[in-house]
């Protein structure tokens, strides 16, 4: 028989240990993917520079849960707006609703625009400073390596 003095101590530890996983380290708990927003232009050269992306998120399996929105569209402009970009806006990232991230050397990583290196009409003015790689270490992290 369980005694509600047990019962009771059996709550808050598991509510502790639950608060902990939340709030820890940034890593999704166990069953729980990993959020990606990928909002987009829906014409080359930005889907062409989303391949790499893609390729990448298919390993991760059911460890994320994508979604993709046309940034011409009406919930693809909102969630543009929300993360506080405004004008031209040919790619975003958001992992679980962040699109700014720090590297392991300390400095800052957005994934807005197109990856570096990516081929594209505009060369280096129309890439961002994010890699397909910085994307891996954002997710590894998330994901629990």
């Given at each position: ?20 996983g939340a709030l820890g380290t940034g890593v999704a708990r166990a069953g729980t993917p990993v959020h ?92 961002g400073s994010w890699s397909v790689d910085d994307l891996k270490a954002v997710l590894d992290a998330k994901?629990?390596?």
């Open positions: 028989m369980i005694t509600r003095r047990t019962l009771l101590g059996a709550l808050a530890a598991s509510t502790v240990a639950l608060g902990m990606v927003d990928i909002v987009a232009l829906g014409h080359w050269p930005v889907q062409k520079a989303l391949d790499p992306v893609r390729v990448l998120l298919k390993g991760y399996g059911d460890k994320i849960a994508v979604q993709e929105f046309d940034a011409e569209a009406d919930d693809g402009k909102a969630l543009i707006k929300k993360a506080g970009k405004q004008g031209h806006v040919p790619l975003l990232i958001l992992i679980d609703g962040a699109w700014q991230f720090k590297r392991a050397d300390g400095s800052a990583v957005e994934f807005f625009s197109f990856p570096s290196g990516a081929a594209n009409p505009l060369g280096a003015l129309g890439s994901v629990g390596g």
